[in-house]
């Protein structure tokens, strides 16, 4: 019984365990470091609300650097962040770049394996406009889109799982340059789009989203779904031949209602009355 029970609760541990990471202050480039810090703690603010990593404290990483005697002058940021990362004994960290022309801010965002210095991750983002919007808007987007892109697997003694819950939904709304576009979940045909938006709202977990139309290469991306989170991405049909043909299959669809004149719509399209 005793055995049983540490197994369980070892399994539990694996399941729920994080990712421990730390975020450098990214490097300025256009703006004073006071900004970039305020950016940066923004990003990890975030970053932290999504709840899928354990993100050491500024103020913590500050201490043992300094105990450390870390100097940080005269070496390139990535080994930089690499050499913080083995002193800290994280296993990944975030270090990123935030430039200004006037009122452009661009921000590059990196997700470093400490042991083996790879970027596993990378985002830009440009905005145009009041810092106050870039804080609000650009920056949690791409914490966000951080946290659906690094955390899609989880580990457990038995080997690499998916987990999904029944309750906990997410959002995800792509901008798609294209109408029209047949929309797949997880291998499985959903719907059509009406229009250049589509929200789809799925259980917190890892989904697979592709969307296919004739003349088009398949758009494809695997992420993490998070639980009360609203994920923004653009999508762009670019021309060319699908890895598969879409199979078009028509047939007759009779509906009556009581009463009549009830309206009538197939994938979100007006086809009349009844």
């Known amino acids: 019984m005793k055995q049983f029970i540490i197994s369980t609760l070892f399994a539990l541990s694996c399941i729920y365990a994080q990712d421990r990471i730390a975020i ?18 923004r990003f990890s603010y ?6 899928k990593f354990e993100i050491v404290e500024r103020e913590m990483m500050d201490k043992i650097l300094d ?19 083995q002193i800290l004994g994280v296993q990944v960290i975030v270090a990123g770049n935030i430039s200004k022309i006037e009122n452009f801010y661009s921000l590059n965002i990196r997700f470093i394996d400490v042991e083996t ?46 987990q999904y819950s029944t309750t906990n939904k997410g959002m995800v709304v792509f901008n798609i340059n294209q109408n029209d576009v047949a929309i797949f979940v997880d291998g499985r045909y959903s719907s059509r789009s009406s229009g250049k938006v ?71 399209v007006d086809k009349g009355v009844t």
């Open 46 to 51: 975030e970053l932290s609300k999504t709840k």
């Open 67 to 85: 105990e450390q005697k870390f100097q940080a002058s005269g070496c390139v940021v990535d080994e930089c962040a690499v050499e913080i990362g």
């Open 198 to 268: 589509v929200t789809l709202s799925l259980a917190e977990g890892t989904h697979n989203i592709t969307f296919k139309l004739d003349g088009y290469r398949d758009w494809e991306k695997e992420f993490n779904i998070l639980s009360d989170q609203v994920i923004p991405y653009d999508v762009e049909m670019v021309p060319g031949t699908s890895q598969t043909q879409e199979i078009n299959v028509t047939g007759i669809l009779l509906v009556r209602s009581e009463p009549l004149n009830a309206k009538v719509f197939v994938d979100g």
């Open 117 to 162: 210095g790879r970027i596993l991750y990378q985002d830009m983002q440009d905005h145009e406009g009041k810092v106050s919007e870039f804080l609000l808007v650009t920056v949690k987007n791409m914490a966000l889109r951080m946290a659906a892109e690094t955390t899609k697997k989880t580990v457990t003694s038995s080997g690499l799982i998916t």
């Open 24 to 41: 450098v202050q990214f490097t300025p480039s256009g703006i004073d470091n006071i900004t970039a810090k305020n950016i940066t703690n």
